[in-house]
Each structure stands twice: as C-alpha cells, then as structure tokens.
C-alpha cells in the first residue's frame, strides 16, 4: 500500500468557500493535524471520531515546531490512518507545502495537495474589486511582510502603478514596507485596504492609504488572519459586501447530505 | 426586489475544485451566460432547465462582444431570473470582473463574485511544486501575456530570482516574454514549466528552461488554456502527478446528492 497524507488548502474560513475536494478529503480523515488560523466553520467538518492535532504556530505563543509536525504526520501515515494535513488558504502559497512535502517525500510517504481560495482573492470577492482590471492593474504581486519566509525583500518590483500587491503577514510590519514602496516610487496616496477575518463572520475592512493605511491599523486593533491590497483597483472597494443571494440568511454549511 | 447577477469562478476545470458556493450558485441558477474555457464536467452541473448562452472568446473566431454580454445580463436580471455569470478561474484575476460589475451596477445591478481557483495554484498543486518555497521564491507574480489587458508590460519587476512569475494567456507570445525576462536580468536556465488543461482528463505539462521553453511549446502542440510558470521553484516539477487517494478511480462529480 502506498502511504500518502493530503494537504488540504482550508480558504479563508466560510466552510462554503472549501473546494469540494477539500470537503471530501477533511471528511475521509482519522488524523487531521491543523493549524491555527483554520476556522471553525471548517474545523466542524472534521468527522467527530478523527483525531484532531493542534501544530498551530500563532504570533509569540509557543507552538509546534516542523520537525515535530513532520514526525507526527509520518508516524500517523505509517500506521495506515487516512492523514489530512490542514491549512488556511492555499497551502501554495505561503503555505510552506514544499518544506513539508520534501520532509514526507524523504521518508517515501507521497503527498497530495488539494489548493484553496487564497485570502487575498476573498478579499477582493466580498469588498467588490478585482485584482486585475483592464487599464489600471494588469499584474497581481502576492507577497509576503514575513521574515522568516526570506531575507529582506526589495521593494522596487512592487513599485510599478499597474501591479495590485497583495501583502501576507504584513500588518505588523506594514509601516516599513509601505514607506519601502514610496521610497520605490510608489504613490503615497495609492489606495490601499486592510481586510482581516475575510469571508468569516467577523470579516472587516479598512480603506486608507499607501501612506495612511500603517496608521489606521494601529489605530483600529485588527486581530485575526489580516490581508493588505495595495493599488488602484482598492478605489472601489466598498465595505458593505454583499452576501451572494443565494446564501441569504445562510452562514454555516450543514454537514448531513452535503457530499 | 434587489435584482442580483452572480459572477461565478469555474476554477480550473476539474468540477471538484468548484467551492461548494460555486456549485450552489450554479445549481440554482435559471439563466447562464458561459465562457469558452469552462470544462464540461463544470457545465455538466448547470441545471437542465436552464437556458445557457455562449458567449466565450477564442482565438480569431467570432465572440460574443463585451457590450452584448451586459446587455443580455441585464435583460435577464431584470426579468427576474437567477442569473450566474460563469467563468474559468478566478473572477478577481483576469477574468474581467471589474468591467461587468461596472457595467451592471450602473444599471441598478448587484453583482456578488464567488471567487474561484486560480490556474496557476491549481497547476502549482497538480505538478507538485509550491509558488512559494521558503529559501528560493518569496513572492509570486501573476502577469497575463494576452495585450488586451494592458499596454506593453516591462519585465524588470519580474527579474528578481526570488519571484515565481504565472503567466496567464501567454502561450502564444511567450518567446517574446522569455526574452524580455532574460533581457530584464532573469538567469535563462531558470526552470519553466508550461501546463495545459490543467485538472482536466487531457492534463499536460512541458518542463524546460526560461531560455528554451518557446521552443518546446511550439514543437509541442498545446491546445487549450495554458499556464506558464517561471522560477526555481518549478525545478521540483513532477510529470506524474499523484491523485489524491481520496477520489481514486472517480473522475466526475456526481450531481445527485452532492449537496
């Protein structure tokens, strides 16, 4: 028998946003080892008799280091159970499916990756822009304010007017890269939003600027999984979303018959 | 009454990569106007009764013109019916959705997008490499080589090592791009990896170098809707992807029951 774990990409958080691979993969699972910005709305899909493992790593707090995250879900795997490892958003994508594919790949154990609505596509979904629009943003720049994800980034290929960046982990930073971007060339007064809990239920905005934005969000503690978008497309944000008609008066998606 | 268009992602093409909004979106809808790109396993969710209208852009065939596609969303909408608009991908990224959502809210319309899976995540996943990979890309950039988009893009934001640049709509002028990424600094042996029909039956991909991907791509008919991606990241490429195990042995969705 071939062992294999599935990285299942968790979306922003709305349950109904998951992909219906992901929904059968969390379904099928024994052992789920997740993360801390999974929400709960997907957390409760998991079957009630699985294992659930907590390796979430969250700001300052103590947490799960990878090698432990590693052995855990190769031990697991081994012994035959259905291993689901879950992540928010798209495990591609800052999701560091890579470090723990080679780590898994190393001990023979084959991975499968299920992607996942990223946040910053969510976010431009429930706040009515576009990451692209024709005539004012022909590129998407996703990156992220993360140290630990690589050494100290330049900001000269985020400067370009036409490019909508996209900024992860970037809020408590935010004031350094965005004085790094109008130091590139980038416009001052550049729109730009801070979404925080997208498509959950506590989601919210805040429209600013380039040279604004750092200090509204330090004047409006944001908590919770935060998404920056910078560019010309953020103009038409607007903050009241609305909910797609057909999920009116509808917020959790019912497990009994969903699959 | 409010009157409400949903603009929904069709992902990919593999119906299981739909999020379960997408599909509730789609089984509910009495009026859809299609792209050319969506898979019939995606079409194959849309109601019986429902009436559908072609309004894909291909190549140099004839299409369905911008203004013809407003007008007939709008006489629907006002008519009362459920009324999705059905793209591949993701709306939010090259897919328009600015300009539709523009024309309709001037017409009194609400528009609510239901963001999909992006071909370039969907390919990432499928050909096991990841966007990011802590070490070697720190950001991703997602550029379209289609010239409707924008005017002439320069390449130097893309000539950082550390950026895996998505090429969307860029099959056709590819050499010319690879040369502007080479010319802008980017090494001509970085690994390139174009894929077809990504998540479809007829999924393919063609791994080579910045410097003699074209040359692959034009000995090697791609038909279809074809990604490009550019970075060292895609050195991990693997040809044969692994199903996931939980769907092994099925391809299709079954409509019944599914939610």
Redesign the interface.
């Known amino acids: 028998m071939?062992v294999?774990i599935?990285l299942v990409g968790a979306?922003p958080g709305?349950?109904?946003?998951?992909?219906?691979?992901a929904?059968?993969?969390i379904e099928?699972a024994e052992v789920v080892l997740i993360d801390a910005l999974v929400s709960d709305e997907v957390r409760s899909l998991i079957p009630p008799g699985a294992r659930i493992i907590e390796v979430g790593k969250r700001g300052h707090k103590p947490s799960a280091g990878q090698d432990f995250i590693n052995r855990t879900l190769v031990r697991y795997a081994q012994q035959g159970f259905?291993v689901v490892r879950l992540k928010g958003g798209?495990?591609?994508?800052?999701?560091?499916?890579?470090?723990e594919?080679a780590a898994l790949e190393a001990m023979g154990i084959?991975?499968?990756?299920?992607?996942?609505?990223?946040s910053a596509?969510?976010a431009?979904?429930q706040f009515?822009?576009?990451?692209?629009?024709?005539?004012?943003a022909?590129?998407?720049?996703?990156?992220?304010g993360h140290r630990?994800?690589?050494?100290e980034?330049?900001w000269?290929?985020?400067?370009?007017p036409?490019?909508t960046v996209c900024l992860y982990m970037a809020a408590h930073d935010f004031a350094a890269i965005a004085a790094a971007l109008i130091a590139a060339g980038r416009r001052a007064d550049t729109p730009a939003i801070a979404v925080c809990d997208v498509e959950r239920p506590a989601a919210r905005m805040l429209a600013a600027t380039l040279a604004t934005l750092a200090a509204r969000l330090a004047a409006d503690a944001f908590e919770g999984p935060v998404v920056i978008l910078v560019g010309d497309?953020c103009r038409?944000a607007v903050s009241s979303p609305?909910?797609?008609?057909?999920?009116e008066g509808e917020r959790r998606?019912s497990l009994p018959?969903?699959?």
Chains 1, 2 share one sequence.
């Open positions: 071939t294999r599935t979306g709305a349950a109904d946003l998951l992909t219906l691979r929904v059968r993969a099928a259905n798209d495990p591609s994508i800052f999701g560091r499916a890579a470090e594919r084959e991975v499968a990756v299920v992607p996942g609505i990223t596509s969510a431009a979904a009515r822009i576009s990451l692209t629009e024709r005539g004012t022909r590129r998407v720049l996703f990156a992220t630990a994800e690589g050494p980034t330049d000269e290929s985020a400067a370009d036409a490019t497309v038409r609305c909910a797609p008609h057909f999920r998606v018959g969903l699959l």
